[in-house]
């Protein structure tokens, strides 16, 4: 069991791209475009380093398939239901992932300037308890759980 008081570790996946039918416009949905996610799982990796066993880490190759198959398998609307869905199937699978910073990158968003990249905190859902919630402070100032960036 993970002290809280334990700093967490980074794994973190950046740049993975893919191509997705997502958006607000039909031809966003009908054409696709190209998106581009990272993702920073915050927990601890001491038990991986002293073993050298993937056993006692997260597969990030698992990772990678989970956001492959929500950007490329899914459609959505919103970069934003993008993101969540992918922390909540991240969490979901690895309860030792104390907390997940997605960020969806959209560059050929319909707009007449570069994308905005949000940040919006989101608490851990309460009609899903974890059984070692987040420290306070882990990701700074944001509450424990997940961190959007859009």
């Known amino acids: 069991m993970q002290k809280t008081n334990e700093k967490l570790d980074k794994i973190a996946l950046s740049g993975m791209k893919f191509y997705g039918y997502h958006g607000c416009l039909n031809e966003e949905r009908e054409q696709g475009q190209d998106f581009y996610v990272d993702v920073t799982l915050s927990l601890s990796l001491h038990s991986a380093g002293k073993s050298d066993e993937l056993k006692n880490t997260v597969n990030y190759a698992a990772v990678f398939e989970i956001v492959k198959s929500v950007v490329e398998g899914q459609r959505f609307h919103l970069i934003e239901a993008i993101a969540e869905h992918i ?64």
């Open 87 to 150: 922390a909540d199937l991240i969490l979901g699978r690895y309860p030792e992932v104390r907390a997940v910073e997605v960020t969806v990158h959209k560059p050929a968003a319909p707009i007449p300037y570069p994308p905005l990249h949000r940040r919006q905190p989101r608490p851990q859902s309460s009609d899903a308890p974890r059984s070692h919630p987040a420290p306070r402070g882990a990701l700074g100032d944001a509450p424990p759980g997940r961190v959007l960036f859009l």
